[in-house]
């Protein structure tokens, strides 16, 4: 998007002062082979960067989805640590010392997997076991000790069942990594928000910044949007009811000084996963993010730089 649309990239540098990308740096992008890296696109996203002074975040090094269709022919118990050692030293090391943060681990937790401990039933854990987390920790430090590393997980926020279960299961890892030494830095809200969703509790979520703050560790929101499925195809409501969540979400979010980053997950309606991951009912074009789909400021632009404005300063 940002070396195809001049009008998109103008934009990301005004708007924007931290880069992830959103797919580039994933296993099915980098990874033609078992034994080849491809990094031309991420190469030129760190230039990009470096240009125009914007800070880059890598996501991600460990994740059960986006490997590449070699991998379940060719990795077994036998060869997955070294597969995942050689990955992340190899990932992880080519941009030592200009990564802001790594999204060392993606998504371990799924409550549902029906584990005692939480953990999602992926490849990785089915190979290695509970210790491919540690392992993929103390690769990354070494690999690049000056990025922060963060655990990022979905499906936290809401007062629902499932997220209590999956805030629940998120602080437990915390805790048996942090009693291993796991140099674990930060830990990553996803923060997929729903306008529809009316199961938001202030205080639950306080509360769990707070419990992950009290480890000592740092706090960042890590690919906020907000879907506007089930709302009514009123434009005007619509963008209201969006920036309303936006902006009751980050009042509570920029509170907690273990926050140290906010990024969404797109800048423009002109491109979102939403499209078709959480699509319309009735077909409409999708309005979950700051700016329209012709790079106009919308209502949530206007409520994330209220909430901002209104935070505390640190
Ligand atoms: C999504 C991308 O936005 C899509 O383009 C891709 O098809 C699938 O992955 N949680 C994550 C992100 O950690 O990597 C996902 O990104 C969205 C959910």
Redesign the pocket.
């Known amino acids: 998007m940002l070396s195809s649309d001049a009008q998109f990239a103008a934009r990301y540098v005004e708007n924007c002062r931290i880069l992830v990308p959103?797919?580039g740096l994933?296993w099915r992008a980098l990874r033609p082979s078992p034994t080849e890296f491809d990094f031309t696109k991420t190469d030129w996203l760190f230039d990009f960067a470096v240009k125009y002074s914007l800070q880059m975040r890598g996501?991600?090094l460990v994740?059960h989805?986006?490997l590449p269709r070699w991998f379940s022919e060719t990795l077994n118990s036998r060869n997955a640590e070294r597969h995942l050692v050689h990955h992340i030293e190899s990932v992880a090391g080519r941009y030592a010392g200009k990564v802001h943060s790594w999204?060392v681990v993606?998504?371990a937790i799924e409550v549902p997997d029906g584990r005692p401990d939480g953990l999602r039933k992926s490849p990785w854990l089915e190979f290695l076991g509970e210790e491919y987390i540690d392992l993929s920790f103390r690769v990354a430090a070494q690999a690049d000790p000056e990025a922060l590393r963060v655990y990022?997980d979905?499906g936290l926020q809401y007062d629902t069942s499932s997220h209590a279960a999956k805030r629940h299961a998120a602080l437990r890892l915390l805790e048996r990594l942090q009693a291993k030494g796991t140099p674990i830095q930060a830990f990553g809200i996803?923060s997929?928000l729903r306008a529809s969703e009316t199961r938001f509790n202030a205080e639950k979520l306080r509360q769990f910044l707070r419990d992950i703050a009290s480890m000592g560790l740092k706090i960042l929101i890590?690919?906020l949007d907000v879907s506007d499925q089930g709302l009514p195809a009123d434009i005007e409501q619509r963008d209201r009811l969006v920036a309303d969540a936006y902006r009751e979400y980050l009042d509570v979010v920029l509170d907690e000084p273990a926050v140290i980053a906010v990024l969404t997950?797109?800048l423009s309606d002109r491109y979102?996963?939403l499209s078709?991951?959480k699509p319309r009912e009735d077909g409409l074009p999708v309005r979950p993010l700051p700016l329209d789909e012709n790079l106009e400021r919308k209502p949530a632009w206007w409520a994330i730089a209220q909430a901002f404005d209104n935070a505390p300063l640190r």
Do not use: R
């Open positions: 959103e797919n994933k996501h991600t994740w989805l986006s999204d993606n998504e990022n979905y996803q997929h890590t690919e997950w797109g979102t996963w078709e991951f």
